[in-house]
């Protein structure tokens, strides 16, 4: 019998496939590999989306039952019993970053373009989507009002979220010794990329297989207390290290994604902006293909590292999710570019994003440095040419919400026709979540700022054209 991991990487590879299959101009060249990343949602057997949509033969998981905490919060913990449900919400491609040089003050571009950190953006539009069919009765996965407030909406009971990404994260979780099973690929490597990557004067790799670690690209922040040696064998990196991820050719001010999934299993996936709605969203379960992998290195880099952290209010917690790999790989990923002894293949400079809408659709997008895929010239300003997560497009969702649940609730005029205020202003409004992120921020002091230029921005300056009605 299959594993639960084996089971949702299944299930996200089989999506991810359909979806190729629909759209084959999608497909990443031969020559070129990416990161995969999918967030699948788990259901009580008894319940699922539009009861399974009329399908019987969905996979079962064998999951744990959410827990409905008195702050909003939902948490998962381990494995158990009863069999549930699974269905794909959303899924990204992608292994790109923007410059600290190239990023937008008016929230109209992606800066992080990494598989990991777009499925989550992807996530939050898809909880916005839901928020407004929820107020129409009609969402599958969300409860409008209740005992939390009529401004609250919160997971319905049993329902789950797992991410499924193709290799370990990038950063801190990604750097543990090499195995004696990993030779394969480094001799792949050498007979592929040529000796001289491998030479003593780049110090790649050491004399024993045994003494090696394995690299990321990821870089120490700048103003760390402490840096990669680079020095040849199992002493390249430094480990627990906050990190940067790698732009081309200059740095970049956006957090690896083992740091980024860090800080997800203390404030959630939702967000800022969401948090004027939802309460937190823990993820139940990592899942990750077949790679290199360390359980005891993963966990210490995505959960442990946290332990510093102080407690807030609100229902924030430190969380641990469900960590497992899974024997599938992504054919299209970075190991079986790696297990390729005849090909030397590069990174695809595009991303694939796809959502799963509330009327059985779905939205699809490919993205090109941070921008919808055939942005060019004067039409690169163009709201047509934002892509569907970026920080202006998810801003317009939010005030959107906001205005909805005040015509319902006010005989005044809808907060649309009032003064807006700034992206800056929104994130900073939850206080229970600033509360959180401050003690986040106080526990991890080297943690990249972004100039807070970048989040000046509002809707007021721009055209507004997004629905998810």
């Not at 898809?126 to 009529?150: A, K, M, P, T, V």
């Not at 990557?197 to 760390?224: L, M, Y």
């Not at 959960?303 to 807030?312: A, L, P, T």
């Not at 002091?445 to 230029?453: D, L, V, Y």
Request: hydrophobic letters at 35%; charged letters at 20%.
């Amino acid at each position: 019998m299959a594993s639960s991991s084996d089971r949702l990487v299944k299930l996200a590879f089989s999506s991810f496939s359909n979806l190729m299959v629909r759209q084959p101009t999608l497909t990443p060249a031969a020559h070129e590999w990416t990161n995969f990343a999918a967030i699948v949602a788990t259901f009580p057997a008894s319940v699922s989306p539009n009861q399974t949509q009329g399908k019987s033969d969905n996979p079962l998981l064998t999951s744990s039952e959410s827990v409905a905490l008195d702050d909003g919060s939902v948490v998962q913990e381990g494995f158990s019993s009863p069999p549930q449900k699974m269905e794909t919400i959303c899924m990204a491609t992608g292994t790109k970053c923007l410059s600290a040089s190239a990023m937008s003050e008016r929230g109209d571009l992606v800066h992080d373009s990494h598989a990991e950190v777009l499925a989550r953006r992807c996530l939050m539009r898809f909880f916005y989507q839901e928020c407004l069919n929820s107020i129409r009765g009609s969402s599958d996965f969300l409860d409008f009002g209740g005992s939390h407030g009529i401004h609250r909406f919160t997971v319905k009971r049993g329902i789950g979220f797992h991410l499924v990404v193709s290799h370990t994260p990038c950063g801190d979780a990604s750097i543990f010794p090499v195995q004696p099973e990993d030779r394969q690929v480094i001799e792949k490597r050498k007979k592929v990329d040529g000796p001289e990557e491998f030479s003593p004067k780049r110090q790649k790799t050491a004399t024993s297989i045994h003494e090696d670690t394995h690299r990321t690209g990821a870089k120490c922040v700048p103003n760390a207390t402490a840096c990669d040696s680079y020095l040849s064998g199992k002493d390249y990196h430094i480990i627990g290290a906050l990190r940067t991820k790698p732009g081309r050719g200059h740095p970049t001010l956006s957090m690896s994604c083992s740091d980024k999934m860090m800080k997800w299993n203390v404030l959630g996936l939702q967000g800022a902006l969401l948090s004027d709605f939802l309460g937190p969203i823990y993820l139940v379960s990592l899942c990750i293909a077949k790679c290199p992998f360390n359980f005891a290195r993963i966990r210490q880099s995505l959960v442990g590292r946290s332990e510093k952290f102080s407690f807030s209010t609100g229902g924030f917690r430190r969380h641990a999710p469900v960590i497992s790999q899974s024997d599938l790989i992504f054919s299209h990923g970075k190991h079986q570019a790696d297990l390729d002894v005849t090909t030397q293949k590069s990174t695809c400079h595009k991303s694939i994003l796809w959502i799963r809408n509330g009327d059985s659709s779905s939205s699809v997008e490919v993205i090109i440095n941070g921008k919808k895929q055939g942005a060019t010239g004067k039409s690169k300003l163009s709201p047509s040419s934002r892509s569907m997560v970026c920080k202006m497009e998810l801003f317009l969702l939010y005030e959107q919400l906001a205005d909805r649940l005040q015509s319902m609730l006010s005989n005044h005029s809808p907060r649309l026709q009032q003064e807006r205020t700034s992206y800056a202003f929104a994130k900073r409004k939850n206080v229970s979540y600033s509360s959180c992120r401050e003690d986040f921020a106080a526990a991890f002091p080297e943690w990249t700022r972004k100039p807070s230029k970048l989040l000046e921005f509002s809707t007021t300056t721009t055209d507004t054209e997004t629905t998810v009605d």
